[in-house]
């Protein structure tokens, strides 16, 4: 069965010219992850909206990279397939290059991290307190799953 990835665009976000390319690395990372029958939304948005989304929802009054929103409901389509409502990634365009300088990277492979790790939370992974920092190895398992699946999809390329 495949997976269906939905992308979109915040209001007042100008559109990606990579756009198009990150459903494809979806997929690619969602069979690598053997993710199969969910249905997951991205969106690219500002700061602004991503710091509403982390105040309504964590209680923290600032913008953040990346938020996961596991939904998890079950639903049976027209064809009868079972599919997974995985949730949804929200994803600020505007902290992808500040990252991308704190992690000593490039925004592509940073573009990546984020759409992994958001990913992952969709699927029922958590870190806890700890983040990747630059400089030190993982600990927890989310955190190491991201990092392998990560260093197999270093050839994808989604900002061409």
């Given amino acids: 069965m495949?997976?269906?990835?939905l992308i979109?665009?915040?209001?007042?976000?100008?559109e990606p010219v990579w756009i198009m390319n990150v459903e494809p690395f979806?997929?690619?990372?969602?069979?690598?992850?053997?993710?199969?029958?969910?249905?997951?939304?991205?969106?690219?948005?500002?700061?602004?909206?991503?710091?509403?989304?982390?105040?309504?929802?964590?209680g923290i009054d600032s913008p953040t990279d990346v938020l996961s929103f596991e939904n998890g409901?079950?639903?049976?389509d027209e064809e009868g397939?079972?599919?997974?409502?995985?949730?949804?990634?929200?994803?600020?365009?505007e902290m992808l290059p500040k990252n991308a300088v704190y992690f000593k990277t490039d925004e592509?492979?940073?573009l990546k991290r984020l759409l992994v790790h958001g990913l992952l939370h969709l699927n029922g992974y958590d870190h806890g307190?700890?983040?990747?920092?630059?400089?030190?190895?993982?600990?927890?398992?989310?955190?190491i799953k991201q990092e392998k699946t990560l260093a197999e999809l270093s050839s994808e390329q989604?900002?061409?």
């Fill in 158 to 160: 989604i900002m061409r």
């Fill in 73 to 76: 409901e079950v639903y049976k």
């Fill in 129 to 143: 307190e700890e983040h990747i920092e630059a400089g030190c190895a993982p600990v927890c398992d989310m955190l």
């Fill in 26 to 58: 979806m997929q690619t990372a969602m069979k690598m992850l053997e993710i199969d029958g969910e249905e997951i939304s991205v969106l690219f948005c500002s700061d602004a909206f991503i710091r509403t989304l982390n105040q309504s929802y964590r």
């Fill in 108 to 110: 592509n492979s940073e």
């Fill in 8 to 14: 979109s665009v915040g209001e007042n976000t100008d």
């Fill in 81 to 93: 397939t079972v599919w997974k409502c995985a949730g949804d990634i929200a994803i600020s365009l």
């Fill in 2 to 5: 495949a997976n269906t990835v």
